[in-house]
DNA sequence: GTCTATACACCGATAGAC
DNA sequence: GTCTATCGGTGTATAGAC
Protein backbone atom coordinates (compact mmCIF):
# COMPACT_ATOMS: atom_id res chain seq x y z
CA UNK A 1 0.00 0.00 0.00
CA UNK A 2 1.12 3.56 -0.67
CA UNK A 3 2.16 6.07 1.86
CA UNK A 4 -0.29 8.08 2.94
CA UNK A 5 -0.49 10.90 5.45
CA UNK A 6 -2.18 9.98 8.55
CA UNK A 7 -4.80 13.23 7.97
CA UNK A 8 -6.02 11.47 4.47
CA UNK A 9 -5.97 8.04 6.45
CA UNK A 10 -8.53 9.51 9.23
CA UNK A 11 -10.44 11.09 6.52
CA UNK A 12 -10.77 8.16 4.31
CA UNK A 13 -11.57 5.65 8.07
CA UNK A 14 -14.34 8.36 9.02
CA UNK A 15 -15.91 8.01 5.45
CA UNK A 16 -15.85 4.42 5.45
CA UNK A 17 -17.14 4.17 8.79
CA UNK A 18 -20.25 7.04 7.79
CA UNK A 19 -21.04 4.17 5.07
CA UNK A 20 -20.69 1.38 7.34
CA UNK A 21 -23.18 2.53 10.07
CA UNK A 22 -25.29 4.50 7.43
CA UNK A 23 -25.88 0.62 5.44
CA UNK A 24 -25.60 -1.74 8.33
CA UNK A 25 -25.82 0.33 12.02
CA UNK A 26 -23.89 1.00 14.32
CA UNK A 27 -23.84 -2.19 15.94
CA UNK A 28 -21.96 -4.05 12.70
CA UNK A 29 -19.78 -0.78 12.77
CA UNK A 30 -16.84 -2.93 13.33
CA UNK A 31 -13.13 -1.86 13.08
CA UNK A 32 -12.78 -5.01 10.32
CA UNK A 33 -15.98 -4.09 8.73
CA UNK A 34 -14.53 -0.39 8.67
CA UNK A 35 -11.49 -1.46 7.26
CA UNK A 36 -13.04 -3.59 4.93
CA UNK A 37 -14.54 -0.65 3.27
CA UNK A 38 -12.06 1.72 3.16
CA UNK A 39 -9.61 -1.24 2.02
CA UNK A 40 -7.10 -1.44 4.50
CA UNK A 41 -5.65 -3.27 6.74
CA UNK A 42 -6.35 -3.62 10.84
CA UNK A 43 -3.20 -2.43 11.04
CA UNK A 44 -3.57 0.92 9.28
CA UNK A 45 -6.71 1.59 11.26
CA UNK A 46 -4.56 1.44 14.65
CA UNK A 47 -2.09 3.58 13.00
CA UNK A 48 -4.14 6.41 12.08
CA UNK A 49 -6.46 6.05 15.39
CA UNK A 50 -5.38 5.17 18.89
CA UNK A 51 -8.93 3.12 19.17
CA UNK A 52 -12.45 3.21 17.69
CA UNK A 53 -13.96 5.32 20.31
CA UNK A 54 -11.59 7.91 18.85
CA UNK A 55 -13.30 6.90 15.28
CA UNK A 56 -16.30 7.65 16.45
CA UNK A 57 -15.89 10.70 18.27
CA UNK A 58 -14.61 12.15 15.25
CA UNK A 59 -17.43 10.22 12.96
CA UNK A 60 -19.94 12.34 14.96
CA UNK A 61 -18.09 15.98 14.61
CA UNK A 62 -17.59 15.31 10.89
CA UNK A 63 -21.08 14.61 10.17
CA UNK A 64 -22.74 17.23 12.25
CA UNK A 65 -20.10 19.51 11.37
CA UNK A 66 -21.30 19.16 7.30
CA UNK A 67 -24.73 19.27 8.30
CA UNK A 68 -26.07 22.09 5.90
CA UNK A 69 -28.83 24.83 6.20
CA UNK A 70 -31.73 23.21 4.70
CA UNK A 71 -31.49 25.88 2.00
CA UNK A 72 -34.77 27.34 0.84
CA UNK A 73 -35.62 27.43 -2.67
CA UNK A 74 -36.21 31.10 -3.57
CA UNK A 75 -38.46 30.60 -5.79
CA UNK A 76 -40.64 31.17 -2.55
CA UNK A 77 -40.99 34.92 -2.83
CA UNK A 78 -44.57 36.11 -2.11
CA UNK A 79 -45.76 33.03 -0.51
CA UNK A 80 -47.33 33.61 2.93
CA UNK A 81 -44.79 32.16 6.25
CA UNK A 82 -47.01 29.02 7.11
CA UNK A 83 -46.93 27.89 2.86
CA UNK A 84 -42.96 28.49 2.93
CA UNK A 85 -42.07 26.51 6.04
CA UNK A 86 -44.66 23.73 4.68
CA UNK A 87 -42.34 24.13 1.26
CA UNK A 88 -39.27 24.19 3.29
CA UNK A 89 -40.30 20.71 5.60
CA UNK A 90 -41.49 19.05 2.09
CA UNK A 91 -37.94 19.66 0.77
CA UNK A 92 -36.30 18.57 3.55
CA UNK A 93 -38.73 15.07 3.20
CA UNK A 94 -37.38 14.95 -0.09
CA UNK A 95 -33.84 14.57 1.36
CA UNK A 96 -34.62 12.25 3.68
CA UNK A 97 -36.27 9.88 0.98
CA UNK A 98 -33.67 10.41 -1.54
CA UNK A 99 -31.54 9.30 1.32
CA UNK A 100 -32.77 7.53 4.52
CA UNK A 101 -30.05 5.50 5.58
CA UNK A 102 -27.86 8.89 6.53
CA UNK A 103 -30.83 10.43 8.70
CA UNK A 104 -31.08 6.85 10.49
CA UNK A 105 -27.62 7.09 11.20
CA UNK A 106 -27.81 10.37 12.60
CA UNK A 107 -30.40 8.81 14.63
CA UNK A 108 -28.14 5.71 15.47
CA UNK A 109 -25.13 7.74 16.15
CA UNK A 110 -27.16 10.78 18.47
CA UNK A 111 -28.82 7.52 20.62
CA UNK A 112 -25.16 5.81 20.30
CA UNK A 113 -23.42 9.30 22.03
CA UNK A 114 -26.49 9.90 24.51
CA UNK A 115 -25.09 6.14 26.38
CA UNK A 116 -22.07 7.15 27.13
CA UNK A 117 -21.02 10.08 29.54
CA UNK A 118 -17.98 11.24 27.62
CA UNK A 119 -19.94 11.11 24.43
CA UNK A 120 -22.85 12.61 25.73
CA UNK A 121 -21.67 16.30 25.08
CA UNK A 122 -21.31 14.95 21.01
CA UNK A 123 -25.05 14.87 21.19
CA UNK A 124 -25.77 17.79 22.65
CA UNK A 125 -23.72 19.76 20.17
CA UNK A 126 -25.02 17.89 17.11
CA UNK A 127 -28.68 19.59 18.71
CA UNK A 128 -26.91 22.88 19.11
CA UNK A 129 -25.96 22.96 15.31
CA UNK A 130 -29.16 21.93 14.19
CA UNK A 131 -30.42 24.57 16.55
CA UNK A 132 -28.14 27.28 14.79
CA UNK A 133 -29.33 25.79 11.24
CA UNK A 134 -33.02 25.48 12.14
CA UNK A 135 -32.75 28.94 13.36
CA UNK A 136 -30.99 30.27 9.98
CA UNK A 137 -33.71 28.50 8.42
CA UNK A 138 -36.73 30.43 10.27
CA UNK A 139 -34.91 33.75 9.81
CA UNK A 140 -34.53 33.12 6.03
CA UNK A 141 -38.37 32.09 6.04
CA UNK A 142 -39.50 35.09 7.63
CA UNK A 143 -37.91 37.02 5.26
CA UNK A 144 -38.95 35.74 2.46
CA UNK A 145 -42.58 36.03 3.95
CA UNK A 146 -42.56 39.20 5.19
CA UNK A 147 -42.77 38.01 8.73
CA UNK A 148 -41.37 38.80 12.27
CA UNK A 149 -41.39 36.18 15.19
CA UNK A 150 -43.23 36.82 17.99
CA UNK A 151 -41.55 33.38 19.74
CA UNK A 152 -37.39 33.72 20.50
CA UNK A 153 -36.28 31.93 17.73
CA UNK A 154 -34.09 29.62 19.45
CA UNK A 155 -37.72 28.39 20.75
CA UNK A 156 -39.06 27.99 17.65
CA UNK A 157 -36.19 26.25 15.95
CA UNK A 158 -36.55 23.50 18.77
CA UNK A 159 -39.90 23.11 17.88
CA UNK A 160 -38.93 22.41 14.13
CA UNK A 161 -36.27 20.24 15.15
CA UNK A 162 -38.35 18.33 16.94
CA UNK A 163 -41.20 18.19 14.19
CA UNK A 164 -38.13 17.34 12.00
CA UNK A 165 -37.00 14.46 13.97
CA UNK A 166 -40.85 12.77 14.67
CA UNK A 167 -41.09 13.33 10.71
CA UNK A 168 -38.33 11.16 10.16
CA UNK A 169 -38.14 8.73 13.25
CA UNK A 170 -41.70 7.73 12.19
CA UNK A 171 -41.53 7.87 8.10
CA UNK A 172 -38.43 5.61 8.73
CA UNK A 173 -40.62 2.87 10.24
CA UNK A 174 -44.03 3.05 8.26
CA UNK A 175 -42.87 4.92 5.09
CA UNK A 176 -46.38 6.38 4.63
CA UNK A 177 -45.93 9.43 2.56
CA UNK A 178 -49.23 10.37 3.18
CA UNK A 179 -48.59 11.22 7.14
CA UNK A 180 -45.20 12.08 6.72
CA UNK A 181 -47.00 15.10 3.92
CA UNK A 182 -49.73 15.75 6.91
CA UNK A 183 -47.00 16.06 9.63
CA UNK A 184 -45.04 18.62 7.00
CA UNK A 185 -48.22 20.70 6.63
CA UNK A 186 -49.60 20.41 10.66
CA UNK A 187 -45.80 21.89 11.40
CA UNK A 188 -45.59 24.01 9.39
CA UNK A 189 -49.14 25.17 10.67
CA UNK A 190 -48.19 25.60 14.22
CA UNK A 191 -45.16 26.91 13.47
CA UNK A 192 -46.22 30.12 11.64
CA UNK A 193 -48.74 31.07 14.32
CA UNK A 194 -45.40 31.67 16.07
CA UNK A 195 -45.15 34.98 13.70
CA UNK A 196 -46.93 37.72 13.19
CA UNK A 197 -46.56 39.99 9.31
CA UNK A 198 -43.79 42.45 9.63
CA UNK B 1 -31.77 -22.21 42.02
CA UNK B 2 -35.42 -23.42 42.71
CA UNK B 3 -36.84 -24.81 40.25
CA UNK B 4 -39.20 -22.14 37.96
CA UNK B 5 -41.48 -23.01 35.22
CA UNK B 6 -39.67 -21.80 32.13
CA UNK B 7 -42.87 -19.29 31.36
CA UNK B 8 -41.91 -17.70 34.29
CA UNK B 9 -38.33 -17.46 33.70
CA UNK B 10 -38.90 -15.98 30.25
CA UNK B 11 -41.17 -13.44 31.82
CA UNK B 12 -38.25 -12.51 34.55
CA UNK B 13 -35.32 -12.58 31.74
CA UNK B 14 -37.71 -10.30 29.56
CA UNK B 15 -38.29 -7.88 32.07
CA UNK B 16 -34.06 -8.06 33.69
CA UNK B 17 -33.46 -7.28 29.62
CA UNK B 18 -35.56 -4.41 29.58
CA UNK B 19 -33.66 -2.63 32.98
CA UNK B 20 -30.46 -3.73 30.99
CA UNK B 21 -31.17 -1.90 28.42
CA UNK B 22 -32.85 1.05 29.68
CA UNK B 23 -30.25 1.56 31.61
CA UNK B 24 -27.42 0.59 29.90
CA UNK B 25 -28.39 0.48 26.15
CA UNK B 26 -28.65 -2.28 23.35
CA UNK B 27 -25.05 -2.39 22.90
CA UNK B 28 -24.55 -3.92 26.52
CA UNK B 29 -27.62 -5.92 26.96
CA UNK B 30 -25.48 -9.21 26.59
CA UNK B 31 -26.97 -12.80 27.38
CA UNK B 32 -24.28 -12.34 30.19
CA UNK B 33 -25.12 -8.73 31.58
CA UNK B 34 -28.73 -9.90 31.59
CA UNK B 35 -28.60 -12.97 33.21
CA UNK B 36 -26.23 -11.32 36.19
CA UNK B 37 -29.33 -8.82 36.41
CA UNK B 38 -32.17 -11.48 36.57
CA UNK B 39 -29.70 -13.08 39.30
CA UNK B 40 -29.53 -16.40 37.18
CA UNK B 41 -26.66 -18.60 35.27
CA UNK B 42 -25.98 -18.52 31.68
CA UNK B 43 -27.59 -22.02 31.68
CA UNK B 44 -30.91 -21.05 32.44
CA UNK B 45 -30.67 -18.64 29.56
CA UNK B 46 -30.51 -20.86 26.99
CA UNK B 47 -32.84 -23.23 28.98
CA UNK B 48 -35.61 -20.73 28.65
CA UNK B 49 -34.10 -18.97 24.92
CA UNK B 50 -32.76 -20.84 22.16
CA UNK B 51 -31.18 -17.58 21.43
CA UNK B 52 -30.38 -14.35 22.27
CA UNK B 53 -32.08 -13.09 19.44
CA UNK B 54 -35.36 -14.77 20.37
CA UNK B 55 -35.45 -12.86 23.44
CA UNK B 56 -34.99 -9.59 21.77
CA UNK B 57 -37.78 -10.34 19.96
CA UNK B 58 -39.81 -11.19 22.96
CA UNK B 59 -38.72 -8.22 24.76
CA UNK B 60 -39.96 -5.92 21.99
CA UNK B 61 -43.27 -7.61 21.54
CA UNK B 62 -43.95 -7.72 25.19
CA UNK B 63 -43.15 -4.36 26.21
CA UNK B 64 -44.95 -3.13 22.90
CA UNK B 65 -47.86 -5.40 24.10
CA UNK B 66 -48.07 -3.16 27.63
CA UNK B 67 -47.44 -0.14 26.27
CA UNK B 68 -50.61 2.32 27.94
CA UNK B 69 -52.93 4.47 26.58
CA UNK B 70 -51.66 7.78 27.73
CA UNK B 71 -55.22 7.92 30.14
CA UNK B 72 -57.01 11.59 29.71
CA UNK B 73 -57.23 12.82 33.32
CA UNK B 74 -61.39 13.16 33.36
CA UNK B 75 -61.31 16.41 34.76
CA UNK B 76 -60.66 18.13 31.60
CA UNK B 77 -64.49 18.13 31.20
CA UNK B 78 -65.57 21.70 29.26
CA UNK B 79 -62.02 22.68 28.34
CA UNK B 80 -61.62 23.36 24.39
CA UNK B 81 -59.57 20.50 21.95
CA UNK B 82 -56.93 22.28 21.90
CA UNK B 83 -56.58 22.69 25.77
CA UNK B 84 -57.44 18.63 26.14
CA UNK B 85 -54.81 17.93 23.68
CA UNK B 86 -51.88 20.09 25.30
CA UNK B 87 -52.77 18.46 28.60
CA UNK B 88 -52.70 15.34 27.03
CA UNK B 89 -48.91 15.80 25.75
CA UNK B 90 -48.02 17.90 29.25
CA UNK B 91 -49.03 14.37 30.75
CA UNK B 92 -47.05 12.53 28.70
CA UNK B 93 -44.32 15.01 29.27
CA UNK B 94 -44.24 14.33 32.86
CA UNK B 95 -44.35 10.28 32.11
CA UNK B 96 -41.48 10.94 29.75
CA UNK B 97 -39.90 13.22 32.85
CA UNK B 98 -40.78 10.55 35.20
CA UNK B 99 -38.42 7.49 33.30
CA UNK B 100 -36.66 9.09 30.11
CA UNK B 101 -34.63 5.82 30.36
CA UNK B 102 -37.52 3.66 29.41
CA UNK B 103 -38.22 6.10 26.59
CA UNK B 104 -35.13 5.97 25.30
CA UNK B 105 -34.76 2.30 25.26
CA UNK B 106 -38.14 2.27 23.33
CA UNK B 107 -36.56 4.26 20.95
CA UNK B 108 -33.20 1.87 20.77
CA UNK B 109 -35.47 -1.07 20.25
CA UNK B 110 -37.42 0.43 17.29
CA UNK B 111 -34.02 1.24 16.14
CA UNK B 112 -32.26 -2.05 16.29
CA UNK B 113 -35.40 -3.71 15.14
CA UNK B 114 -35.56 -1.60 12.01
CA UNK B 115 -31.79 -3.03 10.83
CA UNK B 116 -32.53 -6.41 10.15
CA UNK B 117 -34.78 -7.46 7.56
CA UNK B 118 -36.82 -10.43 10.28
CA UNK B 119 -36.98 -8.14 12.79
CA UNK B 120 -38.24 -4.95 10.65
CA UNK B 121 -42.29 -6.37 11.31
CA UNK B 122 -41.73 -5.84 14.81
CA UNK B 123 -40.74 -2.06 14.60
CA UNK B 124 -43.77 -1.74 11.89
CA UNK B 125 -46.15 -3.85 14.45
CA UNK B 126 -44.82 -1.22 17.36
CA UNK B 127 -46.29 1.67 15.62
CA UNK B 128 -48.97 0.32 14.54
CA UNK B 129 -50.06 -0.03 18.19
CA UNK B 130 -48.85 3.40 19.05
CA UNK B 131 -51.17 4.38 16.09
CA UNK B 132 -54.14 2.38 17.48
CA UNK B 133 -53.47 3.82 21.11
CA UNK B 134 -53.03 7.47 19.41
CA UNK B 135 -55.92 6.78 17.83
CA UNK B 136 -58.23 6.02 20.97
CA UNK B 137 -56.79 8.83 23.11
CA UNK B 138 -57.56 11.70 20.11
CA UNK B 139 -61.30 9.98 20.03
CA UNK B 140 -61.94 10.47 23.75
CA UNK B 141 -60.36 14.15 23.24
CA UNK B 142 -62.81 14.71 20.72
CA UNK B 143 -65.50 13.29 22.62
CA UNK B 144 -64.53 15.39 25.72
CA UNK B 145 -64.08 18.70 24.27
CA UNK B 146 -67.28 17.82 21.71
CA UNK B 147 -65.65 17.87 18.42
CA UNK B 148 -65.24 16.39 15.42
CA UNK B 149 -62.02 15.10 13.40
CA UNK B 150 -62.57 16.01 10.20
CA UNK B 151 -58.95 14.65 8.97
CA UNK B 152 -58.80 10.59 9.35
CA UNK B 153 -58.52 9.83 12.81
CA UNK B 154 -55.72 7.61 11.42
CA UNK B 155 -53.95 10.06 9.85
CA UNK B 156 -54.04 12.46 12.64
CA UNK B 157 -52.38 9.62 14.99
CA UNK B 158 -49.96 9.38 12.85
CA UNK B 159 -49.29 12.88 13.27
CA UNK B 160 -49.34 12.79 17.07
CA UNK B 161 -47.33 10.06 17.01
CA UNK B 162 -44.54 12.13 15.04
CA UNK B 163 -44.66 15.36 17.29
CA UNK B 164 -44.41 12.93 20.70
CA UNK B 165 -41.38 11.06 19.11
CA UNK B 166 -39.84 14.54 18.35
CA UNK B 167 -40.74 15.70 21.78
CA UNK B 168 -39.13 12.72 23.39
CA UNK B 169 -36.02 12.48 21.10
CA UNK B 170 -34.94 16.37 21.37
CA UNK B 171 -35.71 16.42 25.27
CA UNK B 172 -33.89 13.08 25.78
CA UNK B 173 -31.10 15.22 24.07
CA UNK B 174 -31.23 18.76 25.01
CA UNK B 175 -33.20 17.99 28.50
CA UNK B 176 -34.90 21.64 27.79
CA UNK B 177 -38.43 21.53 29.89
CA UNK B 178 -39.08 25.28 28.00
CA UNK B 179 -38.82 23.73 24.54
CA UNK B 180 -40.51 20.37 25.17
CA UNK B 181 -43.29 22.74 26.64
CA UNK B 182 -43.34 24.69 23.53
CA UNK B 183 -43.43 21.72 21.46
CA UNK B 184 -46.46 20.30 23.07
CA UNK B 185 -48.07 23.55 22.72
CA UNK B 186 -47.59 24.00 19.08
CA UNK B 187 -48.13 20.23 18.67
CA UNK B 188 -51.94 20.53 20.43
CA UNK B 189 -52.16 23.57 18.38
CA UNK B 190 -51.77 21.86 15.06
CA UNK B 191 -53.58 18.88 16.15
CA UNK B 192 -56.27 21.27 17.41
CA UNK B 193 -57.06 22.32 13.73
CA UNK B 194 -57.98 19.39 12.49
CA UNK B 195 -61.28 19.31 13.98
CA UNK B 196 -64.27 21.03 14.15
CA UNK B 197 -66.70 21.69 16.65
CA UNK B 198 -69.49 19.02 17.09
C1' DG C 1 4.58 3.24 7.47
C1' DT C 2 2.50 -0.83 6.14
C1' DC C 3 1.84 -5.32 6.40
C1' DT C 4 0.70 -10.37 8.53
C1' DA C 5 0.20 -12.78 12.52
C1' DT C 6 -1.33 -12.98 16.91
C1' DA C 7 -2.62 -11.70 21.83
C1' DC C 8 -6.33 -11.30 24.80
C1' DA C 9 -11.15 -10.17 26.24
C1' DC C 10 -15.78 -11.07 25.61
C1' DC C 11 -19.51 -12.75 22.92
C1' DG C 12 -23.36 -16.55 22.21
C1' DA C 13 -24.03 -21.15 22.85
C1' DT C 14 -23.28 -26.00 24.60
C1' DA C 15 -21.49 -30.25 27.22
C1' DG C 16 -21.79 -32.84 30.93
C1' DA C 17 -21.81 -33.41 36.13
C1' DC C 18 -25.18 -33.34 39.65
C1' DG D 1 -33.55 -28.42 35.70
C1' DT D 2 -29.67 -26.17 37.18
C1' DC D 3 -25.17 -25.64 37.60
C1' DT D 4 -19.80 -24.98 36.25
C1' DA D 5 -16.68 -25.32 32.73
C1' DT D 6 -15.63 -24.70 28.20
C1' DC D 7 -16.04 -24.35 22.97
C1' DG D 8 -15.75 -21.67 18.75
C1' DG D 9 -16.09 -17.21 17.01
C1' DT D 10 -15.36 -12.31 16.80
C1' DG D 11 -14.16 -8.02 18.87
C1' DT D 12 -10.22 -4.42 19.77
C1' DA D 13 -5.64 -3.81 19.92
C1' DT D 14 -0.58 -4.89 19.37
C1' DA D 15 4.06 -7.21 18.04
C1' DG D 16 7.33 -7.65 14.94
C1' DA D 17 8.91 -8.52 10.01
C1' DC D 18 9.74 -5.82 6.06
Redesign the pocket.
Known amino acids: ?4 P ?1 SE ?1 RAALVQAALRVVSQRGIA ?1 A ?4 IVAEAG ?8 AF ?4 ELIDELITTVVASEQEAVLPSDLQGLGLRETLEAGLLRYFDHLRADPEHEQAMLELTQYALRSPERHPLAVAQYARYSELAGRSLEAAAELAGAVWTTPVAQVAGVLIAFTDGLTLTWLVTRDDDVARAIAHAAADALSRMAEPR
Chains 1, 2 share one sequence.
Open positions: MARIARHTTRAMSLASFHYDSRD
